[in-house]
């Protein structure tokens, strides 16, 4: 297809999550900024829910803000952006974030993001969630997401282990699946102005060294067995070091608040909410190790992020996590607590290990880049209007 071609064609996305500088979020964020940094003939509409979200996005004149009403989010995607795509003349419509709307104008090409189907697994291999509000999200999925990748004219996910998730729960055909994967956050790398880590240590009460679990009520995150593992670590290494969990809501902390006094932690583990990007990235530079034996993930950006730090991770080799730690990590168990404090032990006293791991941790992470997403996510564009 020629250039001038390319210039009277109208791609768009669905950028509503860039707002969130996490998970998704953080996805779309640094894909939209590293397509930004290339040569292509591509406009973008970006479709968000929120004025805020130009703040975010490039400045770049390929790039265009359309804000849609309302913000409860089945009704932004099933109802006003489908409307949207169909007065603007959309050719091609990218979904990044695993659902899309059901019905779109027969011309437009959609390209749908599924980062993983968790939510088609069963109870026996990922407990519910105890959240309502992702339970019901789990279930809206379960709906969407078999017809919508049925429709769509490319799937994108994030490893291939995913892959063959979806081959397997979606029953669709591998050639119609690309994978493209992400890369740790362009923010993310080592700090070398002690002030900084000073500061951040300060602000979150860290007087000691510490561990660093990205936490969530979802159990899939492990944040339970996290806890119980701190608590058998630090009977061998009593006073020496903190715990910090980052991500809960202070209703969410509730239970794991129970938990660490149940188990005599509570006055070392530090529950450090929702934190700004600039924080976390002095947390994982700060940190002893990143804990992150997740049950189960599309990608696990974390792990890349603390690996762009220096800072040696603990993970599971569950899901696409080995892939994408490789053997720059420690692994375990992710359902043996005795296993996943030996691996804190093993960390905290094995000075070798800790700097084999960092300089592991530093390659496995140049293996990843966002410009070659961009670039590729770029080429699924193109290929889907052939």
């Known amino acids: ?108 090409k959609l390209v749908l993001t599924i980062h993983d189907v968790m939510y088609l697994l069963p109870g026996s291999v990922l407990p519910a969630s105890p959240s309502l509000y992702q339970r019901l999200g789990r279930q809206y999925r379960r709906c969407v997401v ?43 790398g080592e700090i070398s102005e002690a002030s900084l880590l000073s500061s951040v240590r300060m602000r979150y009460g860290l007087d000691r060294p510490f561990l660093l679990a990205l936490a969530a009520v979802d159990p899939r ?41 149940a188990l005599g932690v509570a006055d070392e583990v530090i529950m450090a909410g929702f934190v700004s990007e600039e924080d976390l990235v002095a947390l994982y530079n700060a940190a002893e190790m990143l804990v992150y034996p997740s049950l189960y993930e599309g990608f696990g950006l974390p792990v890349l ?27 375990v168990n992710p359902l043996d607590v005795d296993e996943i404090a030996g691996a804190m032990q093993h960390l905290a006293s094995d000075a070798v290990q800790r700097q084999d791991l960092i300089a592991k941790g530093h390659a496995q992470v140049k293996k990843f880049s966002w410009r070659q997403a961009a670039i590729e996510t770029l080429k699924v564009y193109e290929s889907v209007l052939r």
Not at 56 to 70: E, G, H, I, K
Not at 94 to 101: I, V, Y
Not at 230 to 254: A, M
Not at 305 to 331: N, R, W
């Open 146 to 188: 078999p017809p919508a990748a049925r429709r769509a004219a490319a799937v994108i996910t994030d490893s291939q282990h995913s892959g063959r998730d979806i081959e397997t729960h979606l029953g669709l055909p591998m050639d119609k699946v690309r994978v493209i994967y992400g890369a740790a956050n362009a923010a993310c």
């Open 221 to 261: 995150k492990n944040t339970g067995r996290i806890i119980e593992a701190y608590s058998r670590f630090r009977q061998k290494e009593i006073g020496k070091y903190q715990l910090v969990l980052v991500g809960l809501t202070p209703s969410g902390q509730v239970p794991f608040r129970k938990l660490a006094q």
């Open 1 to 108: 297809m020629s250039g001038e071609d390319m210039r009277s064609l109208v791609v768009a996305m669905d950028a509503r999550l860039v707002v969130y500088r996490r998970g998704m979020g953080t996805f779309i964020y640094n894909l939209l900024f590293s397509m930004a940094e290339l040569s292509h003939e591509f406009s973008l509409l970006l479709y968000v829910d929120d004025p805020q979200a130009a703040r975010f996005v490039p400045r770049d004149s390929r790039f265009s803000v359309v804000v849609l009403a309302p913000k409860l989010y089945p009704v932004w995607e099933q109802i006003s952006l489908p409307l949207a795509v169909a007065r603007d003349g959309v050719d091609v419509l990218h979904c990044p974030a695993n659902t899309a709307p059901l019905r779109l104008p027969s011309r437009v």
């Open 305 to 331: 992020e603390a690996m762009a730090c220096g800072t040696p991770v603990i993970t599971s080799p569950t899901g696409s996590l080995p892939e994408v730690a490789a053997d720059a990590a420690l692994m």
